[in-house]
């Protein structure tokens, strides 16, 4: 079995102690295989916030790590850094490469850097991440459970969140699941949930799963849910056998001060 850990918008510089401790607490106990950060990583981009983060990664012992920048993640009030160097603060503390990948005999995971500084807060996939993205997963085996990363949602639940939904979203829900990923995982509007991307997006054939997770560690959370992360569990499947994804959904319990699993999904996927 290979387990992954999904946090998302952990904002640091709004980080709860208490909720950072109980989520390296998770991650000792639990023992992932990696640790996926999908955005949103700092509330201003500020040295000391990526700093901090550095920290909290460092902590979790985990040593596979795959980040990706948010939109938080770029700065905001400093015009000229944002214009000629978005990336540099990231770049400093996690590395330079903002689509990196990581793959295991039985799992493959592929960021997608959705930001975009002239954007400010809204995301967007371009028609060359959707073909590169399609083509790497047209090379998975079967055995592999198959994931991409954004940080913008590519599905939403509700109409209201259709304003923070990734600017080619459909586009690139149509095509990734034809080429076989199974799962695409991202944050940015704090809520939590999985959703049937057949169900939808229209002209989306083969079953693939929206599966976002809420603000992990941040004071800023919404929508009356706590704060939340998700640990994905993969057995390949035998021969003629389904395949089966095991996703949890952990809440922070703040009688308890630890994170409690809430919401198991035994998600059933597509060839």
């Known amino acids: 079995m290979t387990v992954l850990l999904h946090l998302s918008d952990t904002h640091f510089g709004t980080e709860q102690e208490a909720v950072v401790a109980a989520a390296r607490k998770l991650a000792h106990a639990e023992q992932p295989d990696a640790v996926i950060l999908s955005g949103d990583i700092t509330q201003r981009a500020r040295a000391a916030q990526f700093d901090a983060a ?3 990664c460092d902590g979790l012992q985990v040593e596979r790590l795959l980040t990706l920048p948010g ?3 770029i700065p905001l009030y400093n015009v000229a850094a944002r214009l000629f160097a978005p990336y540099a603060g990231y770049a400093r503390v996690f590395g330079r490469n903002l689509e990196p990948e990581l793959e295991f005999a039985d799992v493959l995971v592929i960021g997608v850097n959705t930001t ?3 954007r400010h807060k809204d995301g967007e996939v371009s028609p060359r991440q959707i073909e590169r993205v399609a083509r790497r997963l047209q090379g998975a085996r079967r055995d592999q459970l198959r994931v991409v990363v954004t940080h913008q949602p590519v599905c939403v639940m509700r109409p209201e969140d259709e304003k923070d939904r990734l600017h080619g979203a459909d586009a690139a ?3 990734w699941s034809q080429a076989g990923a199974d799962l695409v995982l991202g944050g940015h509007i704090h809520l939590p949930y999985v959703s049937d991307a057949c169900a939808r997006v229209k002209g989306t054939g083969r079953t693939m799963y929206c ?3 809420g603000t992990a560690l941040s004071l800023r959370v919404r929508h009356n849910t706590p704060n939340s992360l998700n640990v994905i569990r993969w057995t390949a499947p035998a ?3 389904p395949r089966i994804c095991k996703v949890e959904r952990w809440d922070y ?3 308890d001060d630890r994170f409690e699993m809430t919401h198991p999904y ?3 996927l597509g060839e």
Do not use: C, K, M
Request: avoid cysteine.
């Open 116 to 118: 975009r500084p002239e």
């Open 71 to 73: 939109n938080h993640d």
């Open 266 to 268: 035994d998600l059933a």
């Open 54 to 56: 550095r920290i909290f």
């Open 239 to 241: 021969a003629g056998a």
């Open 253 to 255: 319990d703040l009688a």
């Open 211 to 213: 599966v976002q997770a």
């Open 173 to 175: 829900v149509q095509a």
